[in-house]
């Protein structure tokens, strides 16, 4: 059985289209993927820290004298922080140590079975409400163990 020109023309142009559809998807991908790919040189990763604005350090009173040593050097690292307790049971009242030193930058003091997720939430929730917006102003690192 042979086809008319007609039919033929219409195989040819369907089967293009076919091929079509199915390569721009491709292309698409293939260039969304290259384009997400960062480059060395774009992200250079390199340790720094970050010495902007008011630190306050905290740490709870077990971890005061377990940690001794730790947070010297926290105090070292950071001149000029204000030193302050945590009540791992009311971070709450971590809040007004916050806002009465314009805190940017908190670092925590804890032993490992102090640090849950009740503490993770109400902390986050302290941070959030040291000012009238709801984002938390203040970037926070939590040391939970000496080295060995």
Do not use: C, Q
């Amino acid at each position: 059985m042979a086809l008319s020109r007609g039919a033929l023309a219409g195989l040819v142009l369907g089967g293009l289209g076919a091929l079509a559809g199915l390569s721009v998807p491709l292309v698409m991908h293939w260039r969304a993927r290259e384009a997400a790919s960062p480059s060395a040189a774009a992200f250079p990763l390199e340790a720094s820290v970050d010495t902007a604005g008011p630190y306050v350090v905290l740490a709870t009173a077990r971890a005061s004298g377990a940690y001794a040593e730790a947070i010297a050097e926290g105090m070292r690292l950071h001149p000029g922080a204000t030193r302050a307790p945590l009540d791992p049971n009311d971070p709450a009242s971590a809040g007004r140590v916050l806002k009465g030193a314009g805190a940017r930058h908190a670092l925590l003091y804890l032993l490992p079975g102090e640090l849950d997720v009740n503490l993770a939430w109400a902390w986050l929730a302290t941070t959030a409400r040291l000012d009238d917006d709801p984002f938390v102003d203040v970037r926070t690192g939590f040391v939970t163990a000496s080295r060995g």
